[in-house]
């Protein structure tokens, strides 16, 4: 390359930064630093400046799980505007962008998950993913239609999205630093509760675009670069059930068992005992099942190819089987919830008569379910001395 050619190539990427975002997002990390080590030296860590960084951490994280991303960008529970002003100030103080763009960068994301008009597409590499999209400028990216239509009705989010950066800077930086000084220290609520937090919180969500695409296991489908890892649900506020997440989006849920670890979906449900969430979307078991266990037959059908064939019968048999199980299981809650609502007292022997029921149900399907992943093992075995199986 000549050296006209060099200085051609280096101003046309020069021309391609957005230098608005670019600045920041070095900025921050580096005065994160500088202000904390300044910090420590001269005052040494306090427990209310420690308990700070904790608080603040949260709500803002939260505020962009629960609130941009499962609220505004899924619909996947409706939210009382107290709750909605939180979202809108604490996600402000993220720095992330206001919800209208955040949210219309995040449905077209999923619209175009691993294709060219993705914003994130991990295609282009790990770090185009996890954060250089963000350096570069994007004609699509001017425009929220029609994929904030919908936020643009909304009243919070068009406030927000018109004072975003007072309200940021107001949220982010001043509030820390007040809360700071009512503790005998300023410069340690900005550096650690303001630029320190903000720091961790904006790559802790970059994970979600980079690493949630590229590490972990697919359960549920194949057909995009979304993973499953607990790990990665431990960095993410629960976010890390992302193959999940791509396949079930308007779930209120990523981990969807009782024991994952998903710090966003537990106080969604104390908010809606509190009455200000409510509608909470949940995928239907059977629909969870059944997408693993197609999951299950296209690794056997890729593993074995033509044997496939052979075991097609009995792995459809026992798949029917769950199947029924489940739909009986459905009618038997179904039956039992109707008893409780209508005649709590004149169906009280038929609701006994129910339980039982229910649990010799369960236990069925609890049989058929490892019966199923022992086959699924054995077959898997025969075309794959090491498989990475899901189980459902």
Known sequence: MTQN??????????KKIDWTPFLF????????????AIYLKTEGLSLPIAG??????FLTSFSITAGYH??????????HPLLQWFYALFGAASFQNSILLWAADHRVHHRHVDQDGDPYNIRRGFFYAHIGWMLLKSDYRKSTDPYGRDL???P??????????????????????????AFGSPLGGLAVGGFLRLTLVHHMTFFINSLCHT?????????????DSWLMALFTNGEGYHNFHHYFANDYRNGIRWYHWDPTKWPLGLFAWMGLAWDLKTTPEEKILEARMQ???????????????????RLESLKQKIQATQTHLGELRRESARLRKEMPEKGRERLELIRSELKAARRELRSQLAQWRMQIAILSRQGNPHPHLSHP
Request: overall charge positive; hydrophobic content about 45%.
């Open 5 to 14: 050619q060099k200085a051609t190539h280096s101003e046309s990427v020069f």
């Open 156 to 181: 919070i989010v068009m406030f927000q999205h018109n004072h975003y950066v007072p309200v940021a800077l107001l949220m982010g930086f001043g509030l820390p630093t007040l809360i700071g000084a």
């Open 70 to 79: 499962r609220f505004f960008a899924h619909k996947a529970y409706e939210a």
């Open 52 to 57: 700070l960084f904790v608080v603040m951490y």
């Open 215 to 227: 590490l972990g296991r697919q359960p549920y489908t194949d057909t995009n670069s979304a993973k």
């Open 152 to 154: 643009r009705q909304n």
């Open 25 to 36: 997002l070095t900025l921050t990390p580096i005065t994160a630093i500088v202000l904390t």
């Open 295 to 313: 999951m299950d037959e296209r690794r056997l059908r890729s593993q074995l190819a033509q044997r496939f064939d052979a075991f097609a019968e």
